[in-house]
């Protein structure tokens, strides 16, 4: 039986001021809730996350991790940095990352590895483009993006690792992926870890990203290979948040 997870990327947002409020709301509200909750917070206010969750059944976690472990890599964040804040969770291979800073399959290898080194639980996101999906090649690209974290990695550090699934035309656009659609590439990136370790493959939970709302998720997480979901723009409002906590 896989365990929920709802994990919140709050993107580049927030503030000292605003964070407390937001961060207290689902504290609280996440108290008694049967999925693991997580918030992917911006580096800053991971000391903020820190005080005010610690103690809760409310993880948090950054946004991406250098793929570097230390040195003359200037406006980098070390993976042993975001482990020294407690952090349990960072996500890589977002895809603003992948298409606005040029990482590439191999740097989110690297940096999915990184995580691990440091004991963190990385979450890869992948997902196709709208062209990528109009073209047909949805289940190649997605079979791409694993592969390099396969290749570097192996399969057997999924068990210490979480999956996204993020259409990039869902992704902040109020497009949701039907259950259909999503549960299709869910059973598909299951299948190729099987074909790897079927015990990683049965125990992996893979998250869906991408216009989730508190209206959609139970329909969504109610798919047999969905296993909670990576949420931005709704992570930013509590009542929101946790109604997608509550349908997890
Ligand atoms: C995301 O940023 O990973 C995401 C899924 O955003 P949204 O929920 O706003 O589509």
């Not at 570097?68 to 603003?96: K, P």
């Not at 990576?230 to 009542?239: F, K, M, P």
Request: proline share 2%; with cysteine; hydrophobic share 50%.
């Amino acid at each position: 039986m896989r365990v929920k997870l709802v994990a919140g990327n709050w993107k580049m947002h927030g503030s000292l001021a605003a964070n407390l409020g937001l961060l207290d709301a689902v504290r609280a509200g996440a108290a008694g809730c049967k999925a693991d909750v997580a918030l992917c917070v911006p580096y800053p206010y991971l000391a903020q996350a820190r005080a005010v969750l610690g103690g809760s059944n409310v993880a948090w976690g950054a946004q991406d991790v250098s793929e570097h472990a230390q040195g003359a890599w200037t406006g980098e964040v070390s993976g042993a940095m975001l482990a020294d804040f407690a952090c349990r969770y960072a996500i890589v291979g977002h895809s603003e990352r992948r298409s606005f800073f040029g990482d590439t399959d191999a740097v989110v290898a690297a940096k999915f590895s990184a995580a691990l080194k440091a004991g963190l639980t990385p979450i890869l996101c992948v997902g196709e483009t709208l062209s990528e999906r109009e073209a047909g090649i949805t289940g190649d690209v997605v079979t791409r993006q694993l592969d390099a974290v396969l290749a570097k990695c192996g399969a057997a550090v999924f068990s210490r690792a979480v999956v996204a699934y993020e259409p990039v035309w869902a992704i902040g656009t109020g497009r949701t992926a039907s259950p259909a659609q999503a549960q299709e590439v869910h059973a598909l990136i299951r299948a190729r870890f099987a074909l790897e370790d079927a015990g990683i493959a049965a125990g992996l939970r893979i998250l869906y990203g991408g216009s989730v709302k508190a209206g959609n998720a139970a329909e969504l997480f109610g798919q047999p290979d969905i296993d909670g979901g990576l949420i931005g723009g709704a992570s930013l409002i509590a009542a929101d948040f946790l109604g997608i906590c509550a349908a997890a």
